[in-house]
């Protein structure tokens, strides 16, 4: 599955930022869907994973509480909706489909196709 990342930018600390990943090329419903980041001299880490249905979702600690990342089948897309943002959220957002179970998704060399990434700034 190919997969398109985007609706990074430049906010102030506090703020709201949502990205957007849209896939295509196989049937997306049978992926688990998932976002990493990678902040500059970082390993990439998992910050949100949903189920095939949307029905489950799983977070990191950092993010819990102010991210929600959501799916429409539907149209393909998944959604990571981040609030009250920090500048230590200050990465490049990945996007990620794997095959697996939901908890699988928080380990990258599960992920079987990775987005192009989308550039995320917070300013203090």
């Known amino acids: 599955v190919q997969l398109q990342a985007s609706g990074g930018g430049l906010v102030q600390a506090g703020d709201s930022l949502r990205l957007s990943c849209a896939a295509s090329?196989?049937?997306?419903?049978?992926?688990?869907m998932g976002w990493f980041r990678q902040a500059p001299g970082k390993e990439r880490e998992f910050v949100a994973g949903i189920s095939r249905s949307g029905g489950s979702t799983d977070y990191a600690d950092s993010v819990a509480g102010r991210f929600t990342i959501s799916r429409d089948n539907a149209k393909n897309t998944v959604f990571l909706q981040m609030n009250t943002l920090k500048p230590e959220d200050t990465a490049v957002y990945y996007c990620?489909?794997?095959?697996?179970?939901?908890?699988?998704?928080?380990?990258?060399?599960?992920?079987?196709?990775w987005g192009q990434g989308t550039q995320v700034t917070v300013s203090s």
């Open positions: 990620a489909a794997e095959v697996g179970p939901l908890w699988n998704m928080r380990y990258p060399p599960a992920v079987d196709s």
């Open positions: 090329g196989r049937t997306f419903s049978n992926y688990v």
